[in-house]
């Protein structure tokens, strides 16, 4: 499956901004889905993820309360609604997806086989 994130940009402390990831190739309803993002200097960090079959969702603690996944099988795409952006979450987000079967320890990277180009986010103060 090829991931294309979408939907980055400059936005102001406080407001929201929506991401989006296309998939291709195969249908999203046999993965599990999530996002990653790197900020400047720093090392690559979970975000939020979405179980392919049962509807759970989990995220970063950081996150938590302010951004939501979702995820749309009809139209291949998965969302991440970021709302009450902090200039911290400045980053380049990614979309990641997973079709490895066995036990799924969704906040690691090598959990996911497949992953995305990023968009960048940029919040400012």
């Known amino acids: 499956v090829q991931l294309q994130a979408f939907g980055g940009g400059v936005v102001q402390s406080g407001r929201s901004l929506r991401l989006s990831c296309a998939a291709s190739?195969?249908?999203?309803?046999?993965?599990?889905m999530g996002w990653f993002r790197q900020a400047p200097g720093k090392e690559r960090e979970f975000v939020a993820a979405?179980?392919?079959?049962?509807?759970?969702?989990y995220y970063a603690d950081s996150v938590k309360g302010r951004f939501t996944i979702s995820r749309d099988n009809a139209k291949n795409t998965v969302y991440l609604q970021m709302n009450s952006l902090k200039p911290e979450d400045t980053a380049v987000y990614c979309c990641?997806?997973?079709?490895?079967?066995?036990?799924?320890?969704?906040?690691?990277?090598?959990?996911?086989?497949?992953w995305g180009q990023g968009t960048l986010v940029t919040v400012s103060s």
């Open positions: 990641v997806a997973r079709g490895l079967g066995g036990t799924y320890y969704y906040s690691r990277e090598d959990a996911y086989d497949y």
């Open positions: 190739g195969r249908t999203i309803s046999s993965y599990a």
């Open positions: 979405h179980r392919r079959s049962g509807g759970s969702t």
